[in-house]
């Protein structure tokens, strides 16, 4: 879930990205709002319903509010278009079906893009580029040093078929959490867990673990998610392609006005990672 030269819009300099106004703490939308594209249908009229993973760096609900990376751009197209922000946190699983449903309009949190997320979902172009690392207690940049092979991962992640056949299903333990791969690799119960880089270091910090380390896994042919930096998307109701053209939109205005690169950094992310091919997905 390469880099190559970013394809820039000019809208940006002719939009009023400020419409809403600053954004109160109840998610209430001004009276005088003016959205910046018009003939946007939601499932719930007024609002913008999101759900989300609860996966800092990148997206949480903790507090009852959004934050993240992802939950910094979610909050950006909601305003933008004078909705009001209504996200619920999943598990990935229910996540990929309500919005297939249509029962949420949206998702965001590091969803990388595949042909497969392209044909099910109206899938936005890339937002921000994104590694796979390594977290280990021998530094290991690469699958074969893995000490005894075994790795940890959690389920839905899209290199996981990739894993089991480099190194057999028995040798790929699958958790529902992040924490819980963190935990039998601090245990020495698997050799490594597999992650993106974001969750590896927000795994780190948050346990004040100076222990185990975090490594860019080398490029494998062997692991396609590892070969070239992956790019993320927000996934769309496949029946809402207006809302999903205001989402480029509104992306390409917050990577033009330097938003999107401070929202990287602000979450211990490379702000360099807002510098992705905008090309469409797909």
């Given at each position: 879930?390469?880099?190559?030269?970013?394809?820039?819009?000019?809208i940006?300099?002719?939009?009023?990205?400020?419409?809403?106004?600053?954004?109160?703490?109840?998610?209430?939308?001004?009276?005088?709002?003016?959205?910046?594209?018009?003939?946007?249908?939601?499932?719930?009229?007024?609002?913008?319903?999101?759900?989300?993973?609860?996966?800092?760096?990148?997206?949480?609900?903790?507090?009852?509010?959004?934050s993240?990376?992802?939950?910094?751009?979610?909050?950006?197209?909601?305003?933008?278009?004078?909705?009001?922000?209504?996200?619920?946190?999943?598990?990935?699983?229910a996540?990929?079906?309500?919005?297939?449903?249509?029962?949420?309009?949206?998702?965001?949190?590091?969803?990388?893009?595949?042909?497969?997320?392209?044909?099910?979902f109206?899938?936005?172009?890339?937002?921000?580029?994104?590694?796979?690392?390594?977290?280990?207690?021998?530094?290991?940049?690469?699958?074969d040093?893995i000490?005894?092979?075994?790795?940890?991962?959690?389920?839905?992640?899209?290199?996981?078929?990739?894993?089991?056949?480099?190194?057999?299903?028995?040798?790929?333990?699958?958790?529902?959490?992040?924490?819980?791969?963190?935990?039998?690799?601090?245990?020495?119960?698997?050799?490594?867990?597999?992650?993106?880089?974001g969750?590896?270091?927000?795994?780190?910090?948050?346990?004040?673990?100076?222990?185990?380390?975090?490594?860019?896994?080398?490029?494998?042919?062997?692991?396609?998610?590892?070969?070239?930096?992956?790019?993320?998307?927000?996934?769309?109701?496949?029946?809402?392609?207006?809302?999903?053209?205001?989402v480029?939109?509104?992306?390409?205005?917050?990577?033009?006005?330097?938003?999107?690169?401070?929202?990287?950094e602000?979450?211990?992310?490379?702000?360099?990672?807002?510098?992705?091919?905008?090309?469409?997905?797909?």
């Amino acid at each position: 879930m390469s880099k190559i030269k970013l394809s820039t819009l000019m809208i940006a300099a002719i939009l009023p990205l400020a419409a809403c106004g600053t954004a109160s703490s109840s998610g209430a939308v001004p009276s005088d709002c003016k959205p910046v594209v018009s003939g946007v249908k939601t499932a719930n009229e007024g609002k913008l319903t999101a759900a989300v993973a609860e996966y800092p760096p990148y997206v949480s609900m903790k507090g009852g509010s959004l934050s993240g990376v992802d939950g910094e751009v979610l909050k950006r197209i909601a305003k933008d278009l004078c909705l009001e922000p209504d996200a619920k946190t999943s598990s990935f699983t229910a996540i990929i079906e309500s919005v297939k449903n249509g029962s949420v309009d949206l998702s965001a949190g590091n969803w990388y893009i595949n042909k497969e997320r392209a044909q099910q979902f109206a899938i936005s172009d890339p937002v921000y580029l994104d590694k796979m690392a390594l977290l280990t207690s021998n530094g290991a940049d690469t699958i074969d040093g893995i000490s005894g092979g075994t790795v940890g991962t959690p389920q839905g992640y899209l290199w996981v078929g990739d894993l089991q056949k480099t190194l057999g299903n028995d040798k790929v333990k699958l958790y529902a959490t992040e924490d819980a791969v963190y935990q039998d690799v601090k245990n020495g119960r698997v050799g490594a867990g597999v992650m993106t880089y974001g969750a590896a270091q927000q795994l780190l910090k948050n346990n004040k673990d100076s222990k185990l380390t975090v490594t860019e896994l080398k490029p494998d042919q062997r692991i396609q998610a590892s070969v070239g930096a992956a790019r993320t998307a927000v996934l769309v109701n496949k029946d809402k392609t207006v809302l999903r053209d205001a989402v480029n939109q509104i992306v390409t205005n917050m990577r033009e006005d330097g938003s999107l690169k401070k929202a990287l950094e602000d979450n211990g992310l490379p702000g360099l990672a807002a510098n992705v091919d905008a090309s469409p997905a797909g």
